[in-house]
Every structure is written in C-alpha cells, then in structure tokens.
Nanobody, 120 residues
C-alpha cells in the first residue's frame, strides 16, 4: 500500500492551499486517514482525521475552522483544504492511516510528505 501527498507550495499569509492524499493498494473506505504536520525542531502534530465513511472528522485546536478534511472514495483520495494560512502552519504535511481519536494516532502506512511554507 502507498500514500502519496500532493499540493504543498509556498503561499502568502492568509492564502489557501488544498493538499491531497492519494491511496493505492488500500481502500479509503476501510481506513481512517489522518493528516499530520511537522515543523523543524518540533514534534509531529496530528491536525485532522476522517473516518472510512467520511461521516466523522476531528481537528486539532490549531486548525479547527480553517482546514476542512474530506474524502472522495471513488478516487481513493483524501483532501485537506487549508484556508487562512498563518506562519505557524509552515511544516511538512503527511497523511497516514490513522485512529481518529484525541490525539490523532497514525500507524502502518505513511506518505512521504509535502512541504507547505507560508510567507509573511
């Protein structure tokens, strides 16, 4: 199984990006998928998670209300829409199979990550 992230970029403060997590060899209808981020010198943080049915989503306080998560099971892709980006959102973003609980726990399958940099 493989998870591949796309969509990271350099973006201005207050701008938007949409990250995608494309799954192959596993079905997003059978796994919860989480988004995580890690900035240099900081611990990895789980920011959002969506259950296999796409019905339940959870968010960290740092992104709640700004980063809606969604899934397209027909395409086997999970998205993270990032709005009103701030400097503190600068990090490498990863998707992974996950347990959607507090805190979000990633396990087994991880992508290689995509870099998001927010300029002031």
């Amino acid at each position: 199984a493989l998870l591949v992230e796309h969509g990271g970029d350099l973006v201005e403060f207050g701008g938007s990006l949409r990250l995608s997590c494309a799954a192959s060899g596993l079905n997003t209808e059978h796994y919860s998928i989480g988004w995580f981020r890690q900035a240099p010198g900081k611990e990895r943080e789980g920011v959002s998670c969506i259950d296999p049915q796409g019905a339940d989503m959870i968010y960290s306080e740092s992104v709640k209300g700004r980063f809606p998560i969604s899934s397209d099971d027909a395409k086997n892709v999970v998205y993270l829409q990032m709005n009103n980006l701030k400097g503190k959102d600068t990090a490498k973003y990863f998707c992974a199979t996950a347990l959607c609980a507090g805190p979000i726990f990633g396990y087994k399958y991880w992508g290689q990550g995509t870099q998001v940099t927010v300029s002031s």
